[in-house]
């Protein structure tokens, strides 16, 4: 006859075994889950477009975005993790990104974005090559589980060009 320590055992590597189990099959059903996100932004107002003290150049944008994230809530969605970059290119890099703005969506409720934002972050470049610039605004999101790994994808929004000369 077995000891009530080992029915004890028993019983919580078979729970256990169980819960795995579900973690596993959960994270399975969201890889055949694809969304369909539907995103816009635009460039409303350029606020200032300066150069800092160090050499800089420091641009703060409004912005407008409208974007339908609905798609990416299943059952197994905790939150989604939003935000919006800025990417350009220049001599020293190929890709420069700065995040611009961010929200975090707790629910499917909260998922349809219409606003118009002031960029949270500023853009900075490492010297003086912003201006004349083209730059992209993109949507980037982190879809996070409450079992499995976490989804990231993007999606190109618009281009707008920065001005040739310093505004205050």
Avoid at 19 to 40: E, I, K, M, N, Y
Wanted: charged share 15%; aromatic share 8%.
């Amino acid at each position: 006859m077995h000891s009530w320590t080992q029915r004890l055992l028993t019983a919580a590597t078979t729970a256990a075994v169980l819960l795995a189990t579900v973690c596993a099959a959960a994270s399975a059903l969201d890889a055949f889950h694809v969304p369909s996100v539907q995103a816009q932004a635009h460039v409303t107002k350029i606020n200032r477009f300066h150069k800092q003290i160090n050499g800089n150049d420091k641009v703060m944008l409004t912005f407008n975005v409208s974007a339908n994230l609905e798609s990416l809530f299943t059952w197994n969605t905790k939150q989604v993790f939003v935000f919006v970059t800025a990417e350009y290119e220049n001599a020293k890099n190929s890709l420069n990104q700065i995040s611009l703005w961010d929200h975090i969506i707790p629910d499917k409720e909260h998922a349809n974005l219409q606003l118009e934002v002031k960029s949270k972050y500023p853009l900075i470049d490492q010297g003086s090559s912003l201006r004349g610039k083209k730059v992209q605004l993109v949507l980037h999101w982190h879809v996070m589980p409450n079992a499995g790994t976490m989804i990231q994808d993007r999606m190109a929004l618009s281009e707008f060009k920065l001005p040739d000369a310093y505004t205050s």
